[in-house]
């Protein structure tokens, strides 16, 4: 999947947001994130990994709506995202079994295309991304005070150009 396409779908949910928001209809703070399902997985966008052609479809719920069916984790409404039916979503155990992390080594820092992923336990990646997993202490420092040559983390490497 190319570079652009992946701009391309991030733009789309920046203008919808930017438009809803001058409308009065969406608020930007970012503290007031809307509940984000993608199939039966609960995520948040920034550790999503899926390819735009994947998606079937996306819904749009908010106010009492979104509430009726999630609950108070709705409260800033909803996004509901189908993927089509050869898609296969894998969250962060399946990555460790698929590619046979040890167990040892499933406490190391996880890092995605060279970027740090914070909250592993929300990381949802479509398989068909993903190019490789493994074991290694090369990795970009965001922070110069955080380097440790020696510090062992995971590294997933996915088709996409998305930072996580």
């Given at each position: 999947?190319?570079?652009?396409?992946?701009?391309?779908?991030?733009?789309?949910?920046?203008?919808?947001?930017?438009?809803?928001?001058?409308?009065?209809?969406?608020?930007?703070?970012?503290?007031?994130?809307?509940?984000?399902?993608?199939?039966?997985?609960?995520?948040?966008?920034?550790?999503?990994?899926?390819?735009?052609?994947?998606?079937?479809?996306?819904?749009?719920?908010?106010?009492?709506?979104?509430?009726a069916l999630y609950g108070d984790k709705a409260l800033h409404g909803a996004i509901i995202i189908k993927t089509k039916s050869n898609t296969k979503l894998l969250q962060?155990?399946?990555?460790?079994?698929?590619?046979?992390?040890?167990?040892?080594?499933?406490?190391?820092?996880?890092?995605?295309?060279?970027?740090?992923?914070?909250?592993?336990?929300?990381?949802?990646?479509?398989?068909?991304?993903?190019?490789?997993?493994?074991?290694?202490?090369?990795?970009?420092?965001?922070?110069?005070?955080?380097?440790?040559?020696?510090?062992?983390?995971?590294?997933?490497?996915?088709?996409?150009?998305?930072?996580?």
């Amino acid at each position: 999947m190319s570079f652009l396409k992946i701009v391309m779908f991030n733009v789309f949910f920046f203008w919808l947001a930017l438009y809803a928001s001058s409308q009065g209809r969406l608020s930007m703070d970012t503290s007031k994130k809307p509940y984000l399902l993608v199939d039966t997985f609960v995520t948040d966008l920034n550790y999503l990994v899926l390819s735009p052609e994947k998606i079937e479809s996306v819904s749009v719920l908010k106010d009492s709506s979104a509430i009726a069916l999630y609950g108070d984790k709705a409260l800033h409404g909803a996004i509901i995202i189908k993927t089509k039916s050869n898609t296969k979503l894998l969250q962060v155990a399946e990555i460790f079994d698929k590619y046979k992390i040890a167990e040892g080594d499933r406490q190391l820092r996880i890092y995605i295309n060279n970027t740090p992923v914070s909250h592993p336990e929300r990381l949802l990646v479509d398989a068909g991304e993903i190019m490789g997993v493994e074991i290694t202490t090369d990795k970009f420092w965001v922070n110069p005070e955080d380097a440790n040559s020696s510090e062992k983390v995971i590294h997933i490497k996915t088709n996409s150009k998305t930072n996580k």
